[in-house]
């Protein structure tokens, strides 16, 4: 054959190979796949990322598509890049948004897949609480239910630098006239110059000495605060309250002295005309009366034990009651949990029970007081409010010491539980968690004369048998101003109508 036939005859092979012809059919392009990501949730108004990958076995992805396609309307940033957002949008109730994303490859072909969003319900925060003031006018104060009560000034919690807070009591300042709150919180003890109630001043904060303390108990003693907490080690602070006159900004302050002769406490009581100090609940003592001599305030010693049984809170007085056995000796009454106990102290190195009593449908016996007469205890129990039985007040005849006698027990029509406790005069000064402030006027308690006259509630938000709300009252500065401390709600400075 020539050789021009025979070049021609294999470029024609070569072209119709080329072309197919010839030959077998080629492979038909395979579809991408796509992957939308895992479903997710989010809080409304929160921005959503959406993520997708794209995978073409025979080729490459060349582009991304996304597109909502159930649900509130939202528009989607990015919609055309493999990484898209979107802002999750306002909602009555949890929602959900259902996404596609398509994917392309070189050829032409798509492949999609699709992911949820579930976007959560975020209730807005409650506006802020009225801060005063605010007289009682036709059941409120402001924000805040009442009767009698009038709301001079709040002072919230973080004008405080606090988060939480608990106890609270009060100095006044004899050289100048100028009244004090000392309120206790988490993190430390502020000092509030409340003088014109309804203009306070916070003066600074002493910082827990170690740890933060959700428990934490302040006494003042000849112009010194002693306070104690619960975290270890913190021992019992010492802070000379007079370094609080003519400041102008807030300080940040130091104890003057650390007692250390135990490392916690529960509670703290003074005697302020023995000049001792009874802390409880310490890791000393049996959990008992931990006695401290306070005489000279800047240099605590420790004076003695009370250990036979484990206290909570105490009392401490000088006994000028009906009971001539022991008149002018030094007399604690205890709450003790499970029983209330009457202890002479008197001698440090030798206290001695005098008694002690129960009493119907007892829970936790918690804090009480005398009456000025010493002739009656009142006493709140935190534990026996719940299942039908409301907010009840215990109230005993001591007369004879040796022989108490439970006489009956208020009941409020709240089922608060009740927290702190203080007697002036005729009346009571409660804080009960939840219903907050109230006050009670007796009369002839023997009779069972017992009722309430006004209350101030500082926790709007529940009324609900738990620990939430007012923690302590201090009812005792010379102007008739009234503080109280809230666990959420920060200071009060209110006053009887």
């Not at 929160?46 to 025979?58: E, F, I, R, Y």
Request: contains cysteine; proline residues 5%; charged residues 15%.
């Amino acid at each position: 054959m020539p050789k021009l036939l025979i070049l021609m005859t294999l470029a024609l092979g070569i072209f119709l190979s080329g072309c197919g012809g010839g030959g077998s059919s080629p492979a038909s392009n395979k579809a991408p796949t796509a992957n939308a990501g895992a479903d997710q949730s989010a809080d409304e108004g929160t921005t959503v990322n959406l993520s997708a990958t794209g995978a073409d076995g025979d080729g490459t992805i060349v582009s991304f598509s996304w597109q909502q396609e159930s649900g509130t309307a939202v528009s989607i940033t990015n919609a055309n890049m493999a990484s898209a957002s979107f802002v999750a949008p306002m909602v009555a109730a949890s929602e959900v948004l259902l996404f596609r994303v398509t994917v392309t490859d070189d050829d032409g072909a798509t492949g999609s897949d699709t992911v949820t969003v579930t976007v959560n319900d975020i209730a807005s925060p409650p506006p802020p609480l009225s801060v005063g003031p605010e007289i009682c006018i036709g059941g409120n104060a402001g924000d805040f239910s009442c009767s009698g009560v009038s709301l001079s000034k709040r002072v919230s919690l973080e004008t405080m630098g606090g988060t939480t807070g608990n106890d609270i009591w009060g100095w006044f300042d004899a050289s100048t006239g100028n009244e004090y709150a000392l309120m206790g919180m988490t993190n430390g003890t502020a000092f509030v110059d409340i003088t014109n109630p309804e203009d306070p001043v916070f003066l600074g904060r002493l910082p827990s000495e170690t740890v933060d303390s959700p428990w934490r108990d302040i006494k003042v003693y000849q112009n010194h605060a002693y306070i104690v907490a619960e975290n270890v080690p913190h021992g019992m602070q010492v802070f000379d309250l007079t370094r609080l006159r003519g400041l102008v900004s807030p300080q940040t302050f130091s104890a003057d002295v650390v007692y250390g002769d135990f490392e916690n406490a529960h509670n703290l009581a003074i005697n302020e005309d023995t000049g001792f100090a009874y802390a409880v609940g310490t890791n000393t003592c049996g959990n008992g009366l931990h006695m401290i001599d306070i005489n000279v305030p800047i240099n605590p010693m420790f004076a003695g034990c009370y250990d036979l049984t484990e206290t909570h809170d105490t009392q401490c007085v000088i006994y000028q009651g009906p009971d001539a056995n022991y008149v002018n000796r030094e007399i604690c009454v205890s709450s003790n949990k499970d029983h209330v106990e009457i202890v002479d102290v008197t001698d440090k190195s030798a206290p001695m029970s005098i008694s002690s009593i129960d009493y119907p449908q007892r829970g936790f016996v918690h804090q009480g007081w005398f009456t000025e007469d010493h002739r009656f205890f009142l006493l709140g129990d935190e534990g026996d409010e719940g299942g039908g039985v409301p907010t009840r007040t215990h109230v005993f005849d001591v007369s004879d010491l040796d022989a108490p006698v439970y006489v009956f027990a208020y009941e409020a029509a709240t089922v608060a539980i009740d927290h702190n406790l203080y007697v002036l005069g005729n009346r009571v000064f409660q804080a009960n968690y939840t219903s907050g402030l109230r006050v009670l006027e007796f009369g002839d308690l023997a009779n069972e004369e017992l009722v309430e006259i006004a209350f101030f509630d500082t926790f709007p938000a529940s009324d609900a048998t738990d620990f939430s709300g007012a923690w302590s009252v201090f009812p005792y500065l010379p102007s008739g101003t009234i503080i109280v401390s809230d666990i959420t709600n920060g200071l009060f400075i209110l006053s009887l109508q």
